[in-house]
């Protein structure tokens, strides 16, 4: 003990309550980190529960029908174009 001086202790004293105060604080964000995943994994949940409940065959089926639709407009809109623009080139 005659190594050591007064000083030295004081000095490990500050530096062990810095490091508990440091501590703490890490452990404070690790909880509030903790609990945010948490709520997350929870709306995540609730996100399959009202997945599982889905009908995919159906939705594709309706997704294709309203793919055929919109093909089928698009074509008949390009139809009347070119039957616009074959009336005003040959006709006028």
Known sequence: LSDFQT?????????LASARAENGATQQ???????ELQSNMIGIEKHIERSDGLDVARAVGELNAVRTRLSINANLMKS????????FTDFL
């Open 7 to 15: 000083q030295d202790f004081d000095t490990c004293l500050a530096n």
């Open 29 to 35: 964000r690790i909880t509030g980190e903790i609990s």
């Open 80 to 87: 009347a174009q070119e039957m616009e623009n074959k009336l």
